[in-house]
Every structure is written in C-alpha cells, then in structure tokens.
Nanobody, 123 residues
Framework: QVQLVESGGGLVQAGGSLRLSCAAS????????TGWFRQAPGKEREFVAA????????YYADSAKGRFTISRDNAKNAVYLQMNSLKPEDTAVYYC????????????????WGRGTQVTVSS
C-alpha cells in the first residue's frame, strides 16, 4: 500500500504562485511514477502533470506547460508541483496520484490517491 498526503494549497491572487507537496509512505511507495490531477467544482477530473521515479522524464497537460513544474526528491519520498502565474481557472482540488506505470497516469488514472488539497485563485 502507498499513502499519499498533499499539502501547500491555499488562497492566492491571480498571477501568484503556490508550491504543492506530496508526501509518500508505505512499503511499496518506491519505484512509483507520481502525478498531480485536479478537479474543479462541476468539472471532470483532469491530469495536470506527472514524473517518473527517476525524475528524468516529466509530462504536462497543455494548461500547465510553461507555468507548472513537477519535481521529486526520492530521499524525502516527496513530489512537488510548483505553480506560477496562477489563473482563476486553476482553482480546484489538487490530488497526488501514484502508479507503477506513467502511462496510466497520463491516461487519467492511478492506483493510489491522496485526499487532495484545495487551491483557490482569486481574480
């Protein structure tokens, strides 16, 4: 089992920045690809970004490219999402997701989910 706990969400003005963190624990947490998804009220859940275990390869949704950066520190069992130039449309609950296959994350699913952290961007 893998446990994921997100933190770092909050209220920020448009144009501001936030850094989300995802702390992983559990016997099988190592070796997993990790991603961030988000879901806004009344909208479907959507993929935001993902990173493979080694950190060499990263993937982004078009809406995140150029503004968000995903990274990881395996020594700390942590994955981060640096979000810059935030827009009101980025408002959503952000979920950390882990899976053995990066392709599953990119396809919009994953085995292990955190409970989410709220990000609210005011205009």
């Amino acid at each position: 089992q893998v446990q994921l706990v997100e933190s770092g969400g909050g209220l920020v003005q448009a144009g501001g920045s936030l850094r989300l963190s995802c702390a992983a624990s559990g016997r099988t947490s190592s070796g997993k690809a990790t991603g961030w998804f988000r879901q806004a009220p009344g909208k479907e859940r959507e993929f935001v970004a993902a990173i493979i275990w080694s950190g060499i390869s990263t993937y982004y949704a078009d809406s995140a490219k150029g503004r968000f950066t995903i990274s990881r520190d395996n020594a700390k069992n942590a994955v981060y999402l640096q979000m810059n130039s935030l827009k009101p449309e980025d408002t959503a609950v952000y979920y950390c997701v882990a899976d053995g296959l990066i392709t599953r994350l990119r396809a919009g699913t994953g085995d292990y989910w955190g409970r989410g952290t709220q990000v609210t961007v005011s205009s």
